[in-house]
């Protein structure tokens, strides 16, 4: 009985290995020993650091070298269009000036000299969408393709080694914000901040989520391009504080200075509110959403620090005072509610020359460190070269 169980079983395994042997390497669950189809090259071009986002990446205010309430000719020397008898707003932002996507020579990745090629995506107003693939959702703006189907053409071109992205303020309503703050300082009389917290409290979540989308969207192009995640470094920053809490102003509460000549009308609460809630806020939340996506993470809270419109530690450049980068201040003044328009609305609160170059430094510092999430900060009374990463 058993020889004959044992020659059945030999006949059965004989009949099912010759069957095996007939299928195809894939059908018999033996592809494992084929050879895996070779990953597409990563391309062989310059080393490319690239810039994505909104405003505060692209380059917005990059005119302004300070701020002055000066109305003619350069402004006290502070307007970098000036050419000695116009205003040329393309000498600083080139072509983008008239899309208004106001990318401009001083951007955070063009003042990041961290690779030999450095290039500018991002557009002031851009929400998350405007940085998805078109294929999934994406949006074009101001007459360019999206973001993200633009990375795609960078990567196959040039070796890409870093993607700076700063996103998430414009789904948040940040602009909205500012303009409902200056509106009640200026014509209601009344605090913002109760209102706002509200609006930023219920768009979080969406805004958040985009966030994170762009991040998931950015990673797909790269990988379509043939990148492996250690290829490539993917960095999402925060946003800076463009004001001081209040017992930093120098101007008084009272009276329509913070206005009129300050270029920062606040009222006490809402700069509070702005500078110790708001700014923390939505810092914590993207340090979240980098952490979910494996991405590296710069906390710029603090990054003007001192250097805020309308700050103690600094002043407004005059016709006898020229300006400076340990002076002067680091962002834009609110170009509205002055006696004289100067520029844009949309260059207000603002990173401007000196902000932008700060930021530039902070990214070149975070680019020697190939890992960790870090704050950038500024050294009082120095200029760019004295930004500094604290650990987070």
Not at 37 to 50: L, N
Not at 128 to 139: S, T
Not at 330 to 351: I, K, Y
Request: charged share 15%; proline share 4%.
């Amino acid at each position: 009985m058993c020889s004959s169980i044992t020659r059945r079983t030999t006949r059965f395994t004989r009949r099912l290995l010759a069957a095996v042997l007939t299928l195809p390497l894939s059908a018999a669950g033996l592809v494992a020993f084929a050879a895996a189809p070779a990953r597409a090259a990563t391309p062989s071009g310059a080393t490319a650091s690239v810039s994505m986002g909104d405003s505060y990446i692209s380059g917005e205010a990059g005119r302004w070298k300070g701020n002055s309430v000066v109305t003619s000719g350069s402004r006290a020397s502070t307007d970098r269009a000036w050419t000695g008898s116009a205003y040329d707003p393309a000498r600083v932002y080139g072509a983008t000036y008239a899309s208004g996507c106001d990318r401009s020579d001083v951007a955070e990745v063009r003042s990041a000299p961290v690779t030999q090629t450095q290039l500018n995506l991002a557009c002031s107003g851009a929400v998350a969408a405007n940085v998805y693939r078109a294929a999934n959702g994406g949006q074009s703006f101001k007459g360019e393709a999206p973001q993200a189907d633009q990375l795609a053409a960078v990567a196959s071109q040039y070796n890409v080694k870093l993607i700076t992205l700063s996103i998430g303020g414009n789904d948040l309503g940040f602009s909205d914000v500012i303009t409902t703050c200056v509106s009640d300082y200026l014509v209601w009389y009344s605090y913002c901040n109760d209102d706002q917290q509200a609006a930023i409290d219920s768009r979080m979540p969406a805004a958040m989520a985009g966030v994170g989308k762009a991040l998931d969207e950015i990673r797909a192009v790269m990988s379509g391009a043939g990148y492996t995640a250690g290829d490539y470094r993917i960095v999402l920053q925060s946003y800076p504080s463009p004001i001081p809490r209040s017992a930093e102003m120098r101007y008084p509460e009272s009276g329509w200075s913070r206005s009129d000549t300050g270029g920062c009308p606040f009222w006490n609460g809402d700069a509070d509110w702005a500078r110790d809630s708001l700014v923390p806020q939505i810092s914590r939340a993207l340090a979240g959403v980098a952490a979910s996506k494996g991405a590296q993470f710069l906390d710029l809270g603090d990054m003007l620090q001192g250097r805020e419109v309308c700050s103690k530690a600094t002043r407004q450049a005059t016709s006898t005072t020229a300006p400076s980068a340990t002076t002067s201040e680091w962002a834009r003044f609110v170009d509205a509610g002055l006696s004289s328009s100067q520029g844009t609305v949309q260059e207000s609160m603002h990173p401007n020359y000196y902000g932008q170059q700060a930021l530039g430094q902070c990214l070149t510092l975070l680019y020697a460190r190939p890992s960790g999430n870090y704050a950038c900060r500024n050294t009082a009374g120095q200029d760019a070269s004295g930004m500094y990463l604290t650990a987070k």
